[in-house]
């Protein structure tokens, strides 16, 4: 299976520390992205990054992806109460396989 | 730009029902997704629509699940009869084109069979 891995499963900071999420896959991979998904909500994209990229910034987040180790991971600075959700990396050209995802809490 | 636009929102039925989900995908948007994601894991991929062809449909449990995209555009997802595994919520993605493109969700429908 493709499917990629978060770790860990759960995080709970305080507002204002930064949030590392990870993300372990199998397979070789085009690119990797990654998604947020707010409560009763869909998914919403907040970056891809190519096989040969290695660091990728937008605004609070940044994204690193290490191809020797078949990982990445999902930075996000400043923390915001808003950023509670559940974060997803997905891999795949044609068919998107996720992981289980990383819920995160941020504590006011 | 108007998003994808999922309807209902929430669906109760008893088991053995049938049920139907609707899906209008962004505007000019070729490929569209059906994603089914159970509570506490990830979306799985049910069905892959590019225009009005399926691509893929692997994962689709079709003596029960059948899918739709007349004309290219809108799609429906149909369960019939529903078993209680299939609560869930039921995800509509839209992208450009089928390789390497960002997916835009609608907000899904989130389906309890009792």
């Known amino acids: 299976s493709q499917q990629g891995e978060e770790d860990p499963q759960a995080l709970s900071i305080q507002e204002g520390e930064n949030a590392t999420m990870n993300c372990s896959y199998k397979t070789s991979i085009n690119n990797l992205q990654w998604y947020r998904q707010n409560s009763g909500r869909g998914l919403v994209h907040l970056i891809l990054i190519r096989s040969n990229e290695r660091e990728k910034h937008s605004g609070r987040l940044r994204v690193t992806l290490d191809t020797s180790k078949k990982s990445s991971s999902l930075l996000i600075t400043a923390s915001r109460a808003a950023d509670t959700a559940s974060y997803f990396c997905a891999q795949g050209a044609q068919k998107l396989v996720f992981g289980q995802g990383t819920r995160l809490t941020i504590n006011p | 730009e108007a998003g994808v636009a999922q309807s209902p929102r929430y669906k109760i039925i008893e088991k053995r029902q049938s049920v139907a989900f609707w899906c209008n995908p962004i505007s000019g948007h070729a490929t569209l997704y059906w994603y089914q994601q159970i509570l506490g894991q990830g979306p799985k991929l049910l069905i892959q629509?590019?225009?009005?062809?399926?691509?893929?449909d692997s994962q689709l449990p079709k003596d029960r699940f059948s899918a739709e995209r007349l004309k290219g555009v809108d799609s429906t997802l149909k369960i019939q009869p529903a078993k209680l595994e299939d609560s869930a919520v039921y995800l509509c993605a839209s992208s450009l084109e089928r390789f390497r493109a960002t997916q835009y969700f609608g907000p899904g429908t989130r389906l309890l069979v009792l």
């Open positions: 629509f590019q225009n009005n062809g399926v691509v893929d």
